[in-house]
């Protein structure tokens, strides 16, 4: 009995210190989801470190494929024009809401790359209303880091 | 001779699992796998968020989908139906689901005029759109395999609406109430 505690208790204990690249991925995208959320009460300097942060997740060729409804369809390429992007919006916006929801990864055999599908759900501003959309992301392992290749917008409603 | 009250069993063990314990268990196992199946197969409970249904449906109520809706007969205009946004396989499990109207069945033309709906060139009668809409859309062909689906709340500019065509494979169930 005492044998089985110890063999489960080291079990999780090598799951914490060394979690799985899906884990990796997941805490990833989680984080990324809290990088890219401001509050109203986020000054000038917080903002200005999220944009710094939130570039962080992006690979230095990273593109993203922006196609949703309302607005026309752009694509941004590098962190140079994710940076711009993203500073613009966190001046621009009072507050910006952003939830990954239901998440699913897929990692290449080689287990270097990594393919991931999950619902954003954003609100900004002080609309009532919210926006969901479904996304793509693709990820590679760099030095040891995932970081974000690609993103683009999956189109729900045709 | 037996003493009444040591045959009684305790007030405590009544509440908590009755005077026949046996029967109590099987009630419970017959409870939770009734409420496993009806909930995993047959009704899938949701909370609504959002304002693209108003005013028929408003954020925060709760209601459920009914996955069977379907097995007997095809989705039918007007019936208010949840899509799921990838995909069957897509996404894992989808917590999250859009709740649309139909009113464009396969093979049917969709277009908007001065706010009206007009399904193969004749206007629709839509009693459920209570708010003012001045949408204007060029006619959209849905194929053999899809539903047009869009909210009652058509205050909003047309662009900012999530609507469109969507697969029959992505209706997940029609909404029970």
Redesign the interface.
């Known amino acids: 009995m005492l044998l089985a505690a110890a063999a489960a208790l080291g079990f999780w204990c090598w799951t914490i210190l060394f979690p799985s690249p899906e884990k990796l991925v997941l805490k990833k995208i989680s984080s990324l989801a809290s990088t890219a959320t401001i509050v109203a009460s986020d000054g000038n300097i917080t903002r200005a470190t999220k944009v710094s942060n939130l570039i962080g997740y992006f690979a230095v060729d990273a593109e993203i494929h922006f196609d949703v409804?309302?607005?026309p369809a752009h694509t941004l390429s590098g962190r140079d024009e994710i940076r711009e992007a993203a500073a613009g919006a966190f001046t621009s916006l009072t507050t910006l809401n952003v939830q990954f929801?239901?998440v699913?990864v897929r990692l290449a055999a080689d287990k270097l790359t990594a393919d991931v599908?999950?619902?954003a759900?954003v609100n900004a501003g002080d609309s009532?209303?919210?926006?969901?959309q479904?996304m793509h992301f693709q990820l590679k392992k760099v030095e040891g880091d995932w970081l974000i290749t690609k993103v683009e917008t999956?189109k729900?409603?045709? | 001779m037996q003493n009444a009250n040591e045959s009684r069993p305790h007030w405590l063990q009544v509440l908590t699992i009755g005077r026949r314990p046996k029967t109590t268990l099987i009630r419970i196992a017959v409870l939770v796998v009734t409420c496993f199946v009806t909930f995993k197969f047959v009704l899938l409970p949701i909370r609504i968020d959002g304002i693209s249904m108003l005013p028929t449906y408003h954020t925060g109520q709760i209601n459920c989908i009914n996955r069977l809706a379907y097995l007997r007969h095809e989705p039918q205009r007007g019936d208010i139906v949840s899509v799921r946004l990838s995909e069957p396989g897509g996404l894992a499990n989808p917590s999250i689901l859009y709740m649309k109207r139909i009113i464009g069945l396969p093979g049917e033309t969709v277009a908007f005029h001065g706010g009206r709906a007009f399904i193969n060139g004749e206007p629709l009668d839509e009693p459920y759109v209570k708010f003012s809409c001045d949408w204007e859309h060029a006619p959209i062909v849905c194929g053999p395999d899809q539903y047009y689906v869009v909210g009652d709340n058509r205050s909003m500019p047309f662009d900012f609406h999530t609507q469109g065509r969507a697969e029959r494979n992505r209706i997940v169930g029609k909404l029970l109430l």
């Not at chain 1, 009532?128 to 969901?132: I, M, P, Y």
């Open positions: 409804t309302g607005y929801l239901d699913t599908s999950c619902a759900k009532k209303d919210f926006g969901v479904e999956v729900t409603l045709s």
